[in-house]
């Protein structure tokens, strides 16, 4: 909750809207895509979730930081949203197992953030006029100076980030004695989306974004698992390339997210800039081979054109979203290989989807 003793802040969107707010966090200027996340609760996971690199979130939650920040709730090993704007940003919390305050948790991962903002107000207007770049400031108050500052921001159409936030060198996880071996694409890996497979007795080598093929064969893989990330995969040309040669290799693949964007690529399939994209815990997305539905996790800006899927001969849909008919998921018919476009590791979120790992691991075993 703001005080009387807090600094002013302003956030600045691209299309002139200017909020007046209070300074949280660390006092400074920051610039990325605004969007918003729906999520009422798992606050810290979104915020260390490389996939939002770039992006400054707005979360619908009224309230957040009200359970303190805990050491192990991470899914990388930093905060890696570029800003955060909220109602009201708590520094009290009331969870004994907490480690830390919000604040200064955010402090201390120098993110610029905002409160005191009508969020109601500002994620309608996100929603009807869709993604765009803004600057927040608590240094720098004067509207047409900040104006020039968000004019040399890129735009997120066209970024390549993957690499940014990718491992710097290739690590293990699980038993090195198992029979499934999976090689990880990582593109800005959530830590759960490696667990779930571990949890499933996998052995996994995590290899840098512009790692190759060859570099993935090294380890005798019998599965390939393209992770999530940040920025448009329609820029990662050194992915694409690699996508296509793990997918000649006709071994049992998976990807989430940006993997599912990638596969798509890879498979001639364009992706698009979705308007205001999908961030919140509770899409539901329908199984087309199960008739079943699921209520998702979802963090993604992008999209898979469905035009261009309808018409490929080799890939078909395997999940729609229910609230706009877009493609959740696909399956390429003449390669062991699926994705889905939205986060069955599910952290924070349903497990309802938790399932498609069973379903990876499964087809390893039977490709063996
Ligand atoms: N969660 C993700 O992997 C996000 C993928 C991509 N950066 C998008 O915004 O669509």
């Given at each position: 909750m703001s005080t009387p003793l807090q600094k002013q802040a302003i956030l600045l969107l691209e299309d002139g809207t200017v909020h007046y707010g209070k300074a949280f966090g660390k006092i400074g200027t920051t610039t990325g895509e605004i969007c918003f996340n729906t999520g009422m609760t798992g606050y810290q996971e979104v915020f260390t979730d490389p996939s939002y690199y770039g992006q400054i979130i707005i979360m619908n939650n009224v309230h957040v930081g009200n359970y303190g920040i805990k050491d192990d709730e991470v899914e990388s090993d930093s905060v890696k949203i570029r800003g955060l704007i909220g109602r009201n940003l708590e520094e009290q919390y009331s969870r004994?197992?907490?480690?830390?305050?919000?604040?200064?948790?955010?402090?201390?991962?120098?993110?610029?953030?905002?409160?005191?903002?009508?969020?109601?107000?500002?994620?309608?207007?996100?929603?009807?006029?869709?993604?765009?770049?803004?600057?927040?400031?608590?240094?720098?108050?004067?509207?047409?100076?900040?104006?020039?500052?968000?004019?040399?921001?890129?735009?997120?159409?066209g970024l390549e980030l993957a690499s940014k936030v990718s491992t710097n060198e290739a690590y293990t996880m699980g038993d090195p004695n198992s029979e499934v071996r999976i090689a990880v694409l990582d593109y800005g890996t959530k830590q759960h989306i490696l667990q779930c497979m571990v949890d499933r007795g996998a052995h996994l080598k995590v290899f840098p974004a512009k790692s190759k093929l060859a570099d993935l064969k090294a380890f005798s893989p019998n599965g390939y698992f393209i992770s999530n990330g940040p920025g448009d995969p329609a820029a990662m040309d050194y992915a694409i390339a690699t996508v296509k040669d793990v997918l000649n290799e006709s071994k049992p693949t998976f990807g989430i997210c940006l993997g599912h964007q990638l596969l798509a690529l890879a498979s001639g399939i364009n992706t698009f800039k979705m308007h205001h994209g999908h961030r919140g815990l509770n899409h539901p997305v329908k199984n087309l081979i199960t008739g079943k539905c699921e209520v998702t996790t979802q963090n993604h800006g992008f999209g898979v054109d469905p035009k261009e899927v309808s018409k490929a001969t080799n890939v078909e849909i395997t999940h729609v979203n229910l609230n706009d008919d877009s493609i959740e998921g696909i399956r390429l018919k003449d390669r062991p290989a699926f994705s889905v476009q939205y986060h069955p590791e599910s952290t924070p979120g349903p497990h309802d989807s938790r399932y498609l790992f069973d379903d990876f691991i499964e087809l390893i075993k039977k490709h063996k």
């Open positions: 004994k197992l907490a480690n830390a305050s919000l604040d200064t948790y955010l402090q201390m991962n120098n993110i610029v953030c905002i409160e005191g903002v009508d969020t109601r107000d500002l994620v309608i207007h996100v929603r009807q006029k869709g993604a765009m770049n803004c600057i927040i400031s608590s240094e720098i108050l004067d509207v047409e100076e900040l104006k020039k500052e968000l004019a040399k921001v890129p735009s997120m159409d």
